[in-house]
C-alpha cells in the first residue's frame, strides 16, 4: 500500500510512517548530486564614467568577490580571487546570489544571468560570465 494515510512529510523532507504490528520497514536511502553551477567573474578596470568598453582593461590578480545567497537563502558564500588575466572560476550550488566585491565599488555589472534584482543567477550545468567593470580607477 503507499505511504498515504500512513505518513507525512515533514518541513525538513523528513517522513514518519505507523506501522501495523508485525509489519517491518526497510529502507534504502540515495544520495543524487546534482551538477554544481559554474561561475566566472571577469574584473575590468575603466578610466572614468560611464563605461567605454574599449578603454577598459582586464584588472590583475588578488581582487576577491563574494557570492552570498540572496533573499535569506541559507547557503554556502562563493568565494573568488581573480588571477593575473582578472578572471576567477569557481562553482558552488544552483541558486541566487548577490555579487560583492571586496575593496571596490563596481559601476557597472553586466551578465546575461542577472536578475531584475541585480542578483546572479547560477543553473546547474550552465557556466555563468559576469562582467564586472570598475570605473575611474575606482576598486582594486
Not at 576577491?64 to 558552488?92: H, R, W
Not at 543553473?123 to 576598486?139: I, K, L, T
Request: aromatic share 8%.
Amino acid at each position: 500500500y503507499p505511504f498515504t494515510p500512513f505518513s507525512y512529510a515533514g518541513p525538513n523532507g523528513e517522513i514518519g510512517i505507523t506501522l501495523i504490528a508485525g509489519e517491518k520497514l526497510e529502507c534504502a536511502w540515495y544520495d543524487v548530486p546534482t551538477s554544481p553551477a559554474e561561475v566566472t567573474v571577469l574584473k575590468f578596470e575603466c578610466p572614468g564614467s560611464p563605461v567605454i568598453k574599449a578603454q577598459c582593461n582586464p584588472a590583475g590578480a588578488g581582487v576577491a568577490f563574494n557570492l552570498t545567497p540572496a533573499g535569506g537563502a541559507v547557503g554556502a558564500i562563493i568565494q573568488l580571487t581573480t588571477d593575473d588575466s582578472g578572471s576567477a572560476t569557481g562553482s558552488g550550488v544552483a541558486g541566487t546570489y548577490s555579487l560583492a566585491e571586496q575593496g571596490g565599488t563596481p559601476c557597472l555589472i553586466e551578465s546575461e544571468s542577472v536578475d531584475e534584482q541585480g542578483h546572479v543567477v547560477l543553473d546547474a550545468g550552465a557556466p555563468v560570465e559576469v562582467r564586472v567593470y570598475n570605473c575611474g580607477g575606482g576598486g582594486s
